[in-house]
């Protein structure tokens, strides 16, 4: 039996999966964040559901925390703006706050666990801070590698994966679902030793 948090109590923690909306980005580099959060909810029987934050929303428990997930249905660039009024609903910190995101600073499939810090050039991250004024919150960030050159990297992030490359995504897809779990079970120094 699914156990359901409470309602009107404030979430333990947040998570943020990036992504654009719509058919045609499904699958696309910049989407992986999203995908997290679906495979989070699929795992502790959950189903994001339209919220007014212009976000998918559900809470489920995981190791007796409440744990909110949400998919921002703004553009990646401005996920700021689901992201603020999801951080106001759920009572959060930002350091309570877990954000997935593809990343062009690391190899495709790469996993890394982050606490704070810059922005890397990613807009979504960007549009969060101006919204939260703030960059401490959590990133669980997956590498989709770099594109040819710096002009074509929203061309790169729109793309999808080839085969090969998609069945690596697959498995780190997966290490970041455990990744965004050791971070609310155990604290994210914890997961920035057993992920990185």
């Known amino acids: 039996m699914r156990l359901r948090p409470r ?3 404030p979430a333990d923690v947040l ?19 999203a995908e997290v959060v679906e495979l989070l ?3 502790h029987g959950g ?28 553009y990646v660039n401005d996920s700021g703006h689901a992201v603020g ?9 930002p350091e309570q706050l877990v954000v997935v995101h593809d990343e062009l600073d690391l190899p495709v499939a790469e996993l890394k666990v982050k606490s704070g810090g ?15 004024h703030t960059q401490d919150f959590q990133r669980v960030r997956i590498g989709v590698g770099k594109p040819a050159s710096k002009e074509r990297g929203a061309d790169h992030v729109l793309n999808r994966f080839g ?15 455990d990744a965004v779990e050791a971070i609310v079970r155990d604290g994210v120094d914890a997961a920035m030793n057993r992920f990185n």
């Open 163 to 177: 085969k090969r490359e998609r069945t690596e995504v697959d498995v780190t897809v997966e290490q970041a679902a």
């Open 118 to 132: 810059g922005l890397a050039g990613h807009n979504g991250l960007r549009s969060i801070v101006a919204h939260l």
């Open 15 to 33: 998570v943020v999966g990036l992504g654009n909306p719509g058919d045609e980005y499904r699958g696309s580099r910049h989407n992986l964040g």
């Open 41 to 43: 909810a699929t795992r």
């Open 85 to 93: 009024a999801l951080v106001r609903r759920f009572g959060v910190e």
């Open 7 to 9: 309602r009107g109590t």
């Open 47 to 74: 189903r994001l559901r339209k919220r007014k934050e212009r976000a998918l929303v559900d809470e489920v428990t995981i190791d007796g925390r409440r744990v909110a997930l949400a998919v921002p249905l703004t």
